[in-house]
């Protein structure tokens, strides 16, 4: 009698410590994100459907990468990215100015329509006459000066940068502004020459 | 108290009109000290009058008012210290409710009270849960206002006993460092690590229990840039939109989620709310 009861509290003391501890799975937390989540506009639920680098950048994120999974995902980066076909990188830097201070595009309120902007600004200083500029990347200030102007290993080194930044450092935070499609090929090249062109304020 | 209200609503017409010549008036190029200066001196200004105690007042009202379909006031609702304790009872949620089996934070709870209680339509009342700029507030919004003033100077605790509220955290932080749409953002990008800024609005390490504290004490805010008063909610489902996500749905299990993994990382810190932010 004693000893059934023991093995009784002993059972639900154990389910209880079960159910306490028990991580929550992968398949928990997507289960979540798809109950809380409800289309709007041009942001469908597909947007919560993560690619094997969202995956592992989440997995891994405010930790140590480890060196395959890093050495991995800068592979598939670096495969994704596609130069320009016509190997001219430089647009107008004054161009290149207006998207990195625009922070609009792929909101839910936004539309097809919205031309997406680059937002540089906000995570990076550029040139000297935009006080208002972010430090969750570092700082771009004279960016073509200090690697000696658009060579072509500078050329092609930045605008893998912009295309995916992953194929550099996986898993830093910087959106894959060309493989994501977020910017035209034009539209980059027009940040190429805000970082680059010798007249651009960011060189100055 | 009626001069204190008087006051409050000539604060937020002077404040409106400083924010309209703040926008305006570009800073010249080379002054960076004196902006950082006059932010500080600014954000001291708001200190003074806060509109968001029209807001209290009025939460107060719909707090004790019989309404609804079964004309009854919200004072004998749970808010996780027995029914009608509403002193304290912010600094403890989200927790653990055995009537719904779920964990609940304030607003949802608030809800929940309204529906049982009241006879309101939930779909109906959380439909716009949200003021628009410069709109009055939401009578939830208003009701979270009168419940978070009850918690000033209470230290925040949120609980983690119930096997659910272990969950809801490990779930919240799991959804903390959730990437994903075409930005590939999470919550994380930009709330880990030390002393990040974007453009000039310094962002919390999320991570850290001193800066959860001020993010967690201060919500829910009088948002001088918007006009109106913003809850917790609100502040998950604005920055899911800035994360380029879809919709968060008001009072969903990840806003809940996230409120709990935020909340418990900021254990200890005084509850100083409803405050006034920029």
Redesign the interface.
């Given at each position: 009698m004693h000893k059934a009861i023991g093995i009784g509290i002993a059972a639900a003391l154990l389910a209880?410590f079960a159910?306490?501890?028990?991580?929550?799975t992968d398949a928990?937390?997507v289960a979540?994100?798809k109950?809380?989540?409800?289309?709007?506009g041009i942001?469908?639920?597909d947007?919560?459907?993560?690619s094997d680098?969202?995956k592992q950048?989440?997995?891994w994120?405010?930790k140590q990468l480890p060196p395959d999974v890093k050495a991995s995902l800068e592979k598939a980066a670096m495969e994704s990215i596609v130069y320009p076909a016509d190997n001219d990188y430089l647009g107008d830097w004054k161009e290149g100015e207006k998207i990195a201070q625009s922070g609009r595009g792929?909101?839910?309120?936004d539309t097809e329509k919205t031309v997406a902007g680059g937002n540089c600004?906000?995570?990076h200083e550029l040139s000297?006459?935009e006080?208002?500029?972010?430090?969750?990347g570092p700082s771009l200030y004279n960016y073509g000066k200090l690697r000696g102007g658009p060579t072509e290993s500078v050329l092609r080194y930045t605008w893998g940068r912009l295309w995916n930044s992953h194929a550099f450092a996986a898993c830093n935070?910087m959106?894959?502004f060309g493989a994501?499609?977020?910017l035209t090929e034009q539209q980059l090249k027009h940040v190429m020459a805000l970082l680059l062109d010798p007249e651009s304020p960011v060189n100055k | 108290m009626k001069t204190r209200t008087a006051q409050a609503g000539v604060a937020a017409v002077a404040l409106g009109a400083m924010l309209g010549a703040f926008a305006i008036g570009a800073p010249p190029a080379s002054a960076q000290e004196d902006t950082k200066a006059e932010i500080e001196r600014y954000r001291e200004m708001l200190q003074d009058g806060n509109p968001a105690e029209l807001t209290v007042l009025r939460g107060e009202g719909l707090w004790k008012e019989k309404r609804g379909p079964k004309n009854a006031s919200l004072e004998q609702c749970d808010l996780g210290k027995g029914p009608g304790v509403v002193q304290g009872a912010y600094a403890e949620l989200p927790r653990y409710f055995a009537d719904v089996d779920a964990v609940m934070d304030a607003e949802t709870r608030i809800v929940h009270c309204m529906v049982e209680l009241q006879g309101f339509d939930r779909a109906e009342i959380t439909k716009r849960p949200f003021s628009g700029s410069g709109q009055r507030a939401t009578d939830i919004e208003a009701l979270a206002a009168f419940v978070v003033e009850e918690s000033r100077g209470v230290p925040v605790n949120v609980p983690q006993q119930h096997p659910k509220e272990v969950a809801s955290y490990q779930r919240g932080e799991r959804i903390f460092h959730y990437r994903g749409g075409p930005y590939d953002f999470s919550c994380a990008s930009c709330h880990e690590g030390e002393n990040k800024r974007i453009r000039l609005q310094d962002l919390p390490e999320l991570t850290k229990q001193e800066p959860a504290q001020r993010a967690f004490t201060t919500w829910p805010a009088y948002r001088v840039s918007q006009g109106a008063l913003r809850t917790m909610q609100w502040r998950m489902y604005d920055c899911f939109r800035q994360q380029r996500f879809p919709e968060m749905k008001f009072g969903s299990e990840a806003s809940i989620d996230l409120i709990t993994y935020l909340g418990v990382t900021a254990k200890g810190g005084k509850m100083d709310s409803p405050s006034i932010k920029r």
């Open positions: 209880g159910n306490a501890t028990e991580p929550v928990d937390v979540t994100m109950a809380s989540f409800r289309e709007r942001a469908k639920m947007r919560l459907e993560q680098l969202q950048c989440s997995t994120s405010g792929f909101q839910f309120n600004y906000a995570c000297k006459a006080i208002a500029f972010g430090t969750i935070h959106p894959r994501a499609g977020i | -």
